[in-house]
């Protein structure tokens, strides 16, 4: 039989009442999968016999939840049944297995072979009757994977120790868990036309706008693609300005933080077989803030999200302006400074530029031979390569002292950011402010922070601005600016963020109980 498909290349045929015409095309689709366990069986009854039909994968299924739901009930409890219940039944073998002899809730029926197909390779089990036009789908899902550990990437003093893996269903619990609200909904499909990854959005209904949840949905149908395999692909397809070297949509893998996105009216994306969800929309504010600093006093959370504003400056600035003042501007530092730069110097034959570039370079190039390395041969290698190499270029006469102790600093500033996405967006302008303050000064600095500045100023994400509430700050009477560098105590932050509905912003409310006597 000729297997029909349409342009998502899909299956576009219905199941057929006739077993063998579903068993001819399942084997044509799945030949040559040797994981694939599929078993037909015959019911014998007085009135007569039934074949039907069981479709598996191994590994991926519940072999003996299969057994146990669905052959024993058939081949034992029907076989013996009344046959006053076949005729309340209509002599349906499916309607027994359906509604009064399967030991699970969550089966369900399925009217396409695609669906079927689909199911089966999400790790279902699959059962067809011979007279049947549907066939029923098993939840008997045993999908290999890690256990819950403590965030690796987005790790705190404080709060939860819970991070995603790489199950979707675990992970929608795992953010479930946070906000029991029967109003957060998740609409679930799939993307990819040969991974048929699933993904879901989550969000609660009375506080996302409307336009915001619309735009994604458009955004997700508006391409098609062969496979995903993470999310970090799908953020790519998700930005509007991919050219961009500053992420426009956030990524975490922490259940405390999405749900705190859910809550401020966001949509968090989760993807299937991606440890990381993807919250929308976000702004370049957000990308400082960490877990941390709502669970610790507003004094400690706003020092450290300062410390991080200013990591962010030292990261960007300080290599280039390094460069751009001791070639053009010496005599602007003290002099003391200035012998000490010279004499570090001596005997080093490369021009400053270029011992910053060397070095930067360096440092990078340890950086990614230690996250290529196992466990702790990395972090091995990342201090004691660091050590020795750079202490062996300053006895080389390669680079400085000063020059060491500068990428040294903007190295220990990057890891201060707390999200590892966009401290590799800094770490990479960094060697544009180099080459600018190399070659026009600090005029040159001036031009790439101009620059920058009106790069993220004409950036949204998904309708809000990517400077919010640096930019547009008094649209919502400045409520923007009680989480922004200065982070307030949290009965002060009575209103929820600009993402949320009109007339469902209140968020906080002070109840005066009377005075205990």
């Known amino acids: 039989m ?42 014998e009854r007085k009135t007569g016999t039934l074949p039907f039909f069981i479709l598996y994968i191994d590994g991926m299924s519940d072999g003996e939840m ?21 005729k309340s039944l209509g002599e349906s073998a499916f309607d027994f297995l359906f509604h009064y002899q399967a030991e699970s809730v969550d089966m369900s029926k399925a009217e396409r072979l695609q669906d079927v197909i689909t199911a089966v390779l999400n790790g279902d089990a699959a059962v067809f009757f011979h007279g049947e036009n549907q066939a029923a789908i098993l939840s008997s899902k045993k999908l290999p994977g890690r256990s819950i550990d403590a965030p690796q990437k987005e790790n705190g003093l404080k709060g939860p120790r819970d991070s995603f893996i790489e199950n979707f269903r675990t992970n929608t619990a795992l953010i479930r868990r946070k906000i029991k609200d029967p109003k957060m909904k998740e609409r679930q499909s799939y993307i990819g036309q040969r991974s048929k990854i699933v993904y879901g959005l989550m969000y609660l209904e009375d506080l996302v ?3 915001l ?18 999310s970090g692909m799908l953020v790519h397809l998700l930005e509007e300005k991919w050219y961009s070297p500053f992420p426009q949509v956030q990524t975490t893998e922490r259940p405390d933080k999405a749900a705190s996105a859910i809550s401020e009216g966001r949509v968090v994306l989760v993807l299937d077989n991606s440890p990381e969800v993807i919250i929308l929309p976000c702004t370049l504010n957000s990308f400082f803030q960490a877990s941390d600093d709502y669970y610790n006093r507003f004094g400690v959370a706003t020092f450290a999200r300062c410390l991080r504003y200013l990591a ?37 034959t490369f021009p400053i530029v270029v011992e910053v570039l060397l070095m930067e370079l360096l440092f990078e190039l340890l950086r990614e031979a230690g996250l290529r390395l196992p466990g702790q041969m990395g972090n091995t290698i990342g201090v004691v390569g660091g050590l020795i190499v750079g202490q062996a270029a300053v006895d080389a006469a390669l680079v400085s002292t000063i020059v060491v102790i500068v990428v040294a600093l903007t190295a220990i500033a990057s890891f201060a950011i707390p999200n590892e996405e966009f401290s ?6 960094k060697f544009l402010m180099i080459f600018l303050g190399a070659v026009w000064g600090l005029y040159g600095i001036w031009i790439g922070i101009l620059g920058l500045l009106i790069h993220l100023a004409s950036m949204e994400s998904f309708g809000i601005p990517y ?14 600016y009680q989480d922004f560098v200065l982070r307030t105590p949290i009965f002060t932050m009575k209103e929820r963020p600009i993402y949320t509905q009109m007339g469902q912003r209140r968020r906080f409310r002070r109840i005066n109980h009377p005075k205990s006597k």
């Open 424 to 429: 590799s967006t800094f770490r990479l302008l």
């Open 2 to 43: 000729d297997v029909q498909y349409n342009k998502k290349n899909e299956v576009e045929m219905p199941v057929f009442s006739n077993l063998n015409e579903n068993i001819e095309v399942l084997k044509t689709m799945f030949q040559d999968c040797d994981d694939m366990v599929w078993k037909e069986f015959v019911l």
């Open 66 to 86: 299969v057994e146990r739901t669905i052959t024993k009930p058939l081949l034992y409890e029907w076989r013996d049944a009344p046959l006053t219940m076949e």
């Open 209 to 211: 706008q409307p336009g």
């Open 467 to 480: 400077l919010m509430p640096a930019v547009a700050g008094s649209v919502d009477d400045g409520v923007e």
């Open 312 to 348: 962010a400056l030292i990261t960007l600035l300080l290599p280039g302006l390094y460069v751009a003042i001791t070639c053009y501007y010496p005599q602007i530092l003290p002099t003391e400074f200035l012998l000490a730069i010279v004499g570090a110097r001596t005997n080093v």
């Open 213 to 230: 949840l619309e735009e994604i949905e458009n955004r997700l149908q508006s391409f098609t693609i062969d496979s995903i395999f993470d």
